[in-house]
T-cell receptor
Framework: DTGVSQDPRHKITKRGQNVTFRCDPI?????LYWYRQTLGQGPEFLTYFQNEAQLEKSRLLSDRFSAERPKGSFSTLEIQRTEQGDSAMYLCASSPSGFAKNIQYFGAGTRLSVL | AQTVTQSQPEMSVQEAETVTLSCTYDTSESDYYLFWYKQPPSRQMILVIRQEAYKQQNATENRFSVNFQKAAKSFSLKISDSQLGDAAMYFCAYPRAPNTGNQFYFGTGTSLTVIP
């Protein structure tokens, strides 16, 4: 069990560029969550997957955002035509299932800076 | 709508002393779980402690314990014998109902400073 890993840790991009982040969950976890955290705030839910199925998207996830989890393993989060307001920490978490008791295990996050 | 409120943006504590971080939440559920997570600077968030709502006994994990007041919807975290490594952001979290996704609602966090 190597934990949840995210890549890259930091990304600096220019406004209008596309960026993609990767998350590798704990291997036996079938639930995967993406959150966004801005400075001074707690994480806010973006979307989640049960295996390869994306079951819910927050209204925070505009149509410039897309997430995938092919084969129910790693996940990618892509932001197209980045805006300065997209600058934030993007966190990935995984859990064994959707039971309320289940702990979500978080990665260290990808910090995005849009110039 | 479920919400989580942490009213203390910053707290400080002397090393070896005790500190209590506050959290209140709003829910219409009767059975649920509550979590405290710790986020050290530039490091990943890790679970500190978890409380099940139908259990009256407060959860304890070594130096960390909670004061869970279900009727008041209050879930405070007590850190005893504070250590320098306890310095971090602390987030209270409440999971949305399992059949609707189970994603967490987080508070805005409390930044804890431990003074040597």
């Amino acid at each position: 069990d190597t934990g949840v890993s995210q890549d890259p840790r930091h990304k600096i991009t220019k406004r209008g560029q596309n960026v993609t982040f990767r998350c590798d969950p704990i291997s036996e976890h079938n639930r995967l969550y993406w959150y966004r955290q801005t400075l001074g705030q707690g994480p806010e839910f973006l979307t989640y997957f049960q295996n390869e199925a994306q079951l819910e998207k927050s209204r925070l996830l505009s149509d410039r955002f897309s997430a995938e989890r092919p084969k129910g393993s790693f996940s990618t989060l892509e932001i197209q035509r980045t805006e300065q307001g997209d600058s934030a920490m993007y966190l990935c978490a995984s859990s064994p299932s959707g039971f309320a008791k289940n702990i979500q295990y978080f990665g260290a996050g990808t910090r995005l800076s849009v110039l | 709508a479920q919400t989580v409120t942490q009213s203390q943006p910053e707290m400080s504590v002397q090393e070896a002393e005790t500190v209590t971080l506050s959290c209140t939440y709003d829910t219409s559920e009767s059975d649920y779980y509550l979590f405290w997570y710790k986020q050290p600077p530039s490091r990943q968030m890790i679970l500190v402690i978890r409380q099940e709502a139908y259990k009256q006994q407060n959860a304890t994990e070594n130096r960390f314990s909670v004061n869970f007041q279900k009727a008041a919807k209050s879930f405070s975290l007590k850190i005893s014998d504070s250590q320098l490594g306890d310095a971090a952001m602390y987030f209270c979290a409440y999971p949305r109902a399992p059949n609707t996704g189970n994603q967490f609602y987080f508070g805005t966090g409390t930044s804890l400073t431990v003074i040597p």
